[in-house]
């Protein structure tokens, strides 16, 4: 079944870290550019961060460029977003999806990240 | 960083109607748009890109149209299952951004 799995969600203090996963299955992972997109609760989407198939270009939105790194490893078919220096604004549940041409074609279902002492 | 604002931000509609969801683009972005359907508690579904392309799967109800700073999206008869949130999002230049969503409750 082609499909996306993220885990690592969970409660973390302020200033704490915590690394996302994204499991892939059912196709070529290697073969997509991968994406991460948040929505905190009750909000709207947010385009967050994505990576090239080799992981040589990543791209961030500002408001998370120097805390969070996204990577892949292929040989495992998964995608990861290390977040440190987390916020509450960073609250949110995120989704990891398949990029085709830029557009996320194929979504996890969401791992919910709560940022709170 | 472009903004994308869709209208309206709510829609009340009936079963069997046509309806209309607009997304301007604070500069032109050519024809790097997508559509996409959110229901409550799931994950996002792409259902056009390229402004105009359906997406496989998708039904034919689905319209997309526009370029460089203005866009629709059409639901030529609407049914029950597409009472949900629409997101239209920009894919032309870094951060890609997306709308503020449109809510289109049943009437």
């Known amino acids: 079944e082609v499909q996306l799995v993220e885990s690592g969600g969970g409660l973390v203090q302020p200033g704490g870290s915590l690394r996302l996963s994204c499991a892939a299955s059912g196709f070529t992972f290697s073969s997509y550019w991968m994406s991460w997109v948040r929505q905190a609760p009750g909000k709207g989407l947010e385009w967050v961060a994505n990576?090239?198939?080799?992981?040589?270009?990543?791209y961030y939105v500002d408001s998370v460029k120097g805390r969070f790194t996204s990577s892949r490893d292929n040989a495992k078919n998964s995608l990861y977003l290390q977040m440190n220096s987390l916020r509450a604004e960073d609250t949110a549940v995120y989704y990891c999806?398949?990029?085709?041409?830029?557009?996320?074609?194929?979504w996890g279902q969401g791992t919910l990240v709560t940022v709170s002492s | 960083d472009i903004q994308l604002t869709q209208s309206p931000s709510f829609l009340s509609a009936s079963v069997g109607d046509r309806v209309t969801i607009t997304c301007r683009a604070s500069?032109?972005?050519?024809?790097?748009l997508a559509w996409y359907q959110q229901k409550p508690g799931k994950a996002p579904k792409l259902l056009i890109y390229a402004a105009s392309t359906l997406q496989s799967g998708v039904p034919s109800r689905f319209s997309g149209s526009g370029s460089g700073t203005e866009f629709t999206l059409t639901i030529s008869s609407l049914q029950p299952e597409d009472f949900a949130t629409y997101y239209c999002q920009q894919l032309t230049s870094y951060p890609y951004t997306f709308g503020q969503g449109t809510k289109l409750e049943i009437k």
């Open positions: 500069q032109g972005i050519s024809s790097y």
């Open positions: 990576i090239k198939q080799d992981g040589s270009e990543k």
């Open positions: 999806a398949r990029s085709h041409y830029d557009y996320g074609d194929l």
